[in-house]
């Protein structure tokens, strides 16, 4: 069954370091996503990312936050400058698209991101 | 602006027994999908069930179900005779449905326990 998949599983950063968390999306979706989840919270939506631009983010996506897709491939989320309170599991997702209904999100196993 | 509600913070059963895990959602669209995602220790989310607004049909997958009620803007979840390898957090969702754009508002979970 083909699924997503992150790396790293976990990176601990010293606050105000970059850090770039790497996702693979299932090959033949077209829109991908990062949720961040802070550890006992909900899971929360980041952004949604289609035809190699931001089609939706949160509120919390704020300019420390950038996606990109720099091969056919990965699907990036960096963070520019840490900060204690980004430290999180962070869920790369992809979808397809069906005719017009939204396919199924499928997520990855999630990138535990520790900022000390 | 949507909104899932899952009132049950913390659920403790005995294996064998059953149990129904509550959510309420709240949107403004006529059109929108429901989850319910598992969330095991290990930390990933774990899909189970997405369901279009237009299909009221109750569902059943195994010791699994779910009750969707329009018109109290329910989508509870039942386990019949748990096991505990039931036991995880789970995660009520909706999203509007935004061609292709599974942008999910997530509930609060609820962790269920069962205790053998």
């Known amino acids: 069954e083909p699924e997503v998949t992150q790396t790293p599983s976990h990176q601990v950063t010293q606050m105000g370091q970059e850090v770039i968390l790497r996702c693979v999306p299932i090959s033949n979706h077209l829109y991908f996503y990062w949720y961040r989840q802070i550890l006992g919270q909900k899971v929360e939506f980041l952004v949604s990312?289609?035809?190699?631009?931001?089609?939706?983010k949160s509120e919390i996506f704020d300019d420390q936050f950038s996606v990109e897709r720099p091969d056919g491939s990965n699907f990036t989320l960096k963070i520019r400058s840490t900060k204690l309170e980004d430290s999180a599991m962070y869920f790369c997702?992809?979808?397809?698209?069906?005719?017009?209904?939204?396919?199924?999100?499928?997520f990855g196993e999630g990138s535990r991101l520790t900022v000390l | 602006a949507q909104k899932v509600t899952q009132a049950q913070t913390e659920i403790s059963v005995v294996e064998k027994e059953d149990v129904t895990l509550d959510c309420v959602y709240e949107t403004r669209d006529t059109t929108y999908y429901l989850f319910w995602y598992k969330q095991p220790p290990s930390g990933e989310l774990v899909f189970l069930i997405r369901?279009?607004?237009?299909?009221?049909q109750n569902e059943i997958s195994g010791r699994y179900s779910w009750n969707f009620q329009k018109s109290t803007s329910s989508f509870n979840f039942t386990i019949t005779a748990s096991q505990v390898v039931d036991s995880a957090v789970y995660f009520c969702a909706l999203s509007e449905a935004n061609f292709g754009n599974e942008k999910l508002t997530f509930g609060t979970g609820t962790r269920l326990t069962i205790i053998p």
């Open positions: 990312f289609y035809n190699n631009e931001i089609s939706e």
């Open positions: 997702a992809s979808s397809e698209v069906v005719g017009l209904n939204t396919g199924e999100l499928f």
């Open positions: 369901r279009n607004s237009f299909d009221e």
